[in-house]
């Protein structure tokens, strides 16, 4: 089934929080009632300060509480080149209008996070293979010098082809979509699971880059689109597990070089992978951006 064949159903009108425990954002019934007195913008700005940010604002022993786990935590791609823009698809729930609706998941409460995997609205658990994603942000114009306090927002299917928020049987689940702030280093990190191979697609990962955490809440003040093709290896090894259905047929049946994104040049969006099936993979891509 193709992305365009595939039926879209509203999202339901409730909305509900449910943090990773790992997450900033999980800072207890003070923190949120301090930040949803703010606008979307100005509480991005807070966590956009780590920890200490939050601390200011409730002004509380946060800093303390919390600071040991705020500091805990090979790239593929061409070196120093810009990522080419891709498009961002019908499913991108980015405030944009596709496929017939203007979702955005980037305003809700809890969507800046590292850990993909959990729904936040329902609590249920994207299944498949271990993945973390490390995307690190320069700037070609700049010897490719990091792009601290850049943004990026990343979103994929599940191991069985599915996008949240738009496919039957998942449009009330909101994960494997998520936003993190590059640290100084340029570097944003996901942990999320190996996405499937639907019909017509070369396994990906579709992002986009904002300027700031704070103006990452509708696609309007993106910076650049574009998408992360997974090398061939992984993805068989991947597809041979439990819960990837006809992944493996479907991979079988495209190639990078026929794929509707890809097929003018993939080098400098070709993800470097280590890692095992059994393990788990980490994909690293170096996002080269002119600014």
């Given at each position: 089934m193709?992305?365009?064949?595939?039926?879209?159903?509203?999202?339901p009108?409730?909305?509900?929080?449910?943090?990773?425990?790992?997450?900033?954002?999980?800072?207890?019934?003070?923190?949120?009632?301090?930040?949803?007195?703010?606008?979307?913008?100005?509480?991005?700005?807070?966590?956009?300060?780590?920890?200490?940010?939050?601390?200011?604002?409730?002004?509380?022993?946060?800093?303390?509480?919390?600071?040991?786990?705020?500091?805990?935590?090979?790239?593929?791609?061409?070196?120093?080149?810009?990522?080419?823009?891709?498009?961002?698809?019908?499913?991108?729930?980015?405030?944009?209008?596709?496929?017939?609706?203007?979702?955005?998941?980037?305003?809700?409460?809890?969507?800046?996070r590292?850990?993909?995997?959990?729904?936040?609205?329902?609590?249920?658990?994207?299944?498949?293979?271990?993945?973390?994603?490390?995307?690190?942000?320069?700037?070609?114009?700049?010897?490719?010098?990091?792009?601290?306090?850049?943004?990026?927002?990343?979103?994929?299917?599940?191991?069985?082809?599915?996008?949240?928020?738009?496919?039957?049987?998942?449009?009330?689940?909101?994960?494997?979509?998520?936003?993190?702030?590059?640290?100084?280093?340029?570097?944003?990190?996901?942990?999320?699971?190996?996405?499937?191979c639907?019909?017509?697609?070369?396994?990906?990962?579709?992002?986009?880059?904002?300027?700031?955490?704070?103006?990452?809440?509708?696609?309007?003040?993106?910076?650049?689109?574009?998408q992360?093709?997974?090398?061939?290896a992984?993805?068989?090894?991947?597809?041979?597990?439990?819960?990837?259905?006809?992944?493996?047929?479907n991979?079988?049946?495209?190639?990078?070089?026929?794929?509707?994104v890809?097929?003018?040049?993939?080098?400098?969006?070709?993800?470097?992978?280590?890692?095992?099936?059994?393990?788990?993979?980490?994909?690293a891509?170096?996002?080269?951006?002119?600014?």
């Amino acid at each position: 089934m193709t992305d365009q064949e595939r039926l879209i159903l509203p999202y339901p009108a409730d909305e509900h929080d449910d943090h990773d425990p790992d997450d900033l954002n999980n800072l207890g019934l003070q923190a949120d009632a301090a930040m949803l007195g703010r606008s979307v913008m100005d509480r991005r700005r807070v966590l956009g300060l780590g920890v200490a940010g939050v601390g200011a604002l409730l002004g509380t022993g946060l800093l303390g509480a919390f600071g040991a786990r705020a500091q805990s935590g090979a790239a593929g791609g061409a070196a120093c080149t810009v990522i080419p823009p891709e498009t961002a698809g019908p499913y991108p729930a980015d405030g944009s209008v596709a496929s017939g609706q203007a979702l955005n998941v980037l305003t809700r409460s809890g969507i800046v996070r590292s850990d993909l995997r959990r729904s936040l609205g329902t609590g249920a658990v994207a299944a498949g293979v271990p993945l973390t994603l490390r995307l690190k942000l320069v700037n070609v114009n700049s010897r490719c010098a990091p792009l601290a306090g850049y943004a990026v927002y990343v979103w994929h299917c599940t191991a069985d082809g599915q996008y949240s928020l738009y496919s039957p049987g998942v449009v009330g689940e909101d994960y494997l979509r998520g936003v993190q702030a590059a640290g100084p280093d340029g570097v944003v990190t996901f942990r999320t699971v190996f996405p499937g191979c639907y019909a017509g697609r070369w396994p990906h990962v579709h992002f986009e880059v904002y300027p700031t955490l704070g103006s990452a809440t509708a696609a309007r003040n993106r910076v650049q689109t574009s998408q992360l093709a997974l090398p061939e290896a992984a993805c068989r090894a991947a597809y041979a597990t439990a819960g990837y259905g006809p992944s493996a047929r479907n991979l079988s049946g495209t190639s990078l070089t026929r794929d509707m994104v890809f097929r003018d040049g993939y080098a400098s969006q070709l993800a470097a992978l280590t890692g095992s099936a059994g393990q788990g993979f980490t994909a690293a891509l170096t996002v080269g951006l002119a600014r």
